[in-house]
């Protein structure tokens, strides 16, 4: 298989599991999520499917490129790819525990544990490739902006 090919299988499996977070998230939006007080630097609800969907995307790339290079140093990338699926597993927890159960304290807690995870991702995935490790930092940045998005929102409605 070549490495476009690859690239496009990791990012059609990204954006699945962004399309299915979405659904979980969906109802809530509507529904729960208004009636919660949220922080002055809460973003507006548009913002929120272009962002995940551009991360999902980066992701995916990332894993393309790291996947690829599985000939080169097996373990090595298989350890990396290990990272990245229970990162991608945490990522569609967290809309489950915030959206799906209305429990910010919980998806707080996991969401710290996602960002480690995420971090170590990172790590793993630029010893093999710098592009696919430069991909991951914008998904950092924006998760270390929705844990703090996270813990005010679970502090202001406490």
């Given at each position: 298989?070549?490495k ?6 990791a990012?059609?499996a ?5 399309y ?8 809530s939006i ?16 548009w913002?929120?499917?272009p ?15 790291v996947?690829?290079e ?7 990338v ?6 990245f699926?229970?990162?991608?597993g945490?990522?569609?927890l967290?809309?489950?525990?915030f959206?799906?159960l ?11 544990v ?7 991702t ?6 093999i ?30």
């Amino acid at each position: 298989m070549n490495k476009f090919l690859k690239i496009i299988i990791a990012v059609a499996a990204c954006l699945a599991i962004g399309y299915t977070s979405g659904m979980v998230t969906r109802s809530s939006i509507t529904t729960w999520y208004p009636t919660l007080i949220k922080p002055s630097f809460n973003p507006p609800n548009w913002i929120f499917a272009p962002v995940w969907s551009t991360l999902y995307a980066m992701m995916g790339v990332a894993a393309g490129l790291v996947w690829n290079e599985i000939k080169s140093n097996e373990e090595v990338v298989k350890k990396a790819l290990i990272f990245f699926l229970i990162q991608l597993g945490l990522n569609a927890l967290w809309s489950y525990l915030f959206f799906g159960l209305h429990n910010p304290m919980l998806a707080g807690l996991e969401i710290i544990v996602l960002w480690l995870i995420i971090y170590e991702t990172y790590v793993q995935f630029s010893k093999i490739n710098k592009i696919a490790g430069y991909l991951f930092i914008p998904y950092l940045a924006w998760v270390s902006f929705a844990a703090v998005l996270n813990g005010s929102i679970w502090w202001l409605n406490r």
